[in-house]
């Protein structure tokens, strides 16, 4: 059965540094997500990205946050000089449209900032 | 804006029994789709049911069950005959539907469910 994989699964980085989170989506789906988790608490969106553009962006998905399709399969985000609040798990989703198809979850990446 | 509430942190079932977990929403959309997603420890999100809001039947997936109160925006899940395995926290998600929705979900603050042998 297809499925959505992340790497790394676990992400350690010192503050104001640049972290990359990599998801390769399931192969033909089109619409890709990530959201945030911060230990213990609610699921959060963070961006949207369809036809190699973003579709939508949260308040929280500031100018530090970027999201890329460099190759067709991968599907990136990129956080730069980051923060202690940074500090979450991080859940990439892809699904073959928007509705009503389901979106399929990663296994996620912890990402802590010292 | 959506919002999606769950106002219970934590239950506990025993096993085989029976646990109804809430959630409300509020919202102005008319169109709209409502999921109950779990997740075990593993941290691995897993869709265990979805409602189309235009549906009046309520949806049942085996032993999971919503009960679907559209005019109260209400949005309850129903796990019958508890399964260890069933311990894990519980999230409700909302997401709208129409030609320029983008298909993200908006999720509660989650209930942790444990079932006890």
């Known amino acids: 059965e297809p499925e959505v994989t992340q790497t790394p699964s676990h992400q350690v980085t010192q503050m104001g540094q640049e972290v990359i989170l990599r998801c390769v989506p399931i192969s033909n789906h089109l619409y890709f997500y990530w959201y945030r988790q911060i230990l213990g608490q609610k699921v959060e969106f963070l961006v949207s990205?369809?036809?190699?553009?973003?579709?939508?962006k949260s308040e929280i998905f500031d100018d530090r946050f970027s999201v890329e399709r460099p190759d067709g399969s991968n599907f990136t985000l990129k956080i730069r000089s980051t923060k202690l609040e940074d500090s979450a798990m991080y859940f990439c989703a892809s699904s073959a449209g928007t509705t009503p198809n389901e979106q399929f979850f990663g296994p996620g990446t912890r990402l802590t900032v010292l | 804006a959506q919002t999606v509430t769950q106002s219970q942190p934590e239950m506990s079932v025993q096993e085989a029994e029976t646990v109804t977990l809430s959630c409300t929403y509020d919202?102005?959309?008319?169109?709209?789709?409502l999921f109950w997603y779990k997740q075990p420890p593993s941290r691995q999100m897993i869709l265990v049911i979805r409602?189309?809001?235009?549906?009046?039947q309520n949806a049942t997936e085996n032993r999971f069950s919503v009960n679907f109160q559209k005019a109260a925006k209400s949005f309850s899940l129903k796990i019958s005959d508890s399964q260890l395995g069933d311990t894990a926290m519980y999230f409700c998600a909302f997401r709208v539907t129409g030609y320029s929705n983008t298909g993200k979900l908006i999720f509660g603050q989650g209930t942790t469910l444990q079932v006890k042998p």
């Open positions: 990205f369809y036809n190699n553009e973003i579709s939508e």
């Open positions: 919202t102005s959309e008319s169109n709209y789709y």
């Open positions: 409602q189309e809001a235009y549906k009046q």
